[in-house]
Nanobody, 121 residues
Framework: QVQLVESGGGLVQVGGSLGLSCAAS????????MGWYRQAPGKEQERQVV?????????RYGDSVKGRFTMSGDNAKNTMYLQMNNLKPEDTAVYYC?????????????WGQGTQVTVSS
């Protein structure tokens, strides 16, 4: 079982920056997949990928955030981060931390509780 706890959301103006953190209950080096997704207002049925890192260590970003968002991790703190720069109103969403852990050949998915990011114009 993996627990993910996000923090760092809030209100920011257009063009501003915000950093999110996701603390995991296990070493992040043990996770098969780590990433960030977001769910925009009015799109409760859709979670959009923001950034994801697979077993190859390469971070893949959603097209709408490339060049503005950066995902990173700290193994010593079991924490991954999402640095968001040059924020736009369309970045307003609930941001979720996501992880997959492989246990005895089974891939289990885990989600954090979500943190609200609101970009005001």
């Amino acid at each position: 079982q993996v627990q993910l706890v996000e923090s760092g959301g809030g209100l920011v103006q257009v063009g501003g920056s915000l950093g999110l953190s996701c603390a995991a209950s296990v070493g992040i080096s043990r996770l098969k997949v780590m990433g960030w997704y977001r769910q925009a207002p009015g799109k409760e049925q859709e979670r959009q990928v923001v950034a994801v890192i697979l077993g190859d260590g390469i971070v893949r970003y959603g097209d709408s955030v490339k060049g503005r968002f950066t995902m990173s991790g700290d193994n010593a703190k079991n924490t991954m981060y999402l640095q968001m720069n040059n924020l736009k109103p369309e970045d307003t969403a609930v941001y979720y931390c996501y992880a997959v852990q492989n246990t005895a050949g089974r891939n289990d998915e885990y989600w954090g509780q979500g943190t609200q990011v609101t970009v005001s114009s």
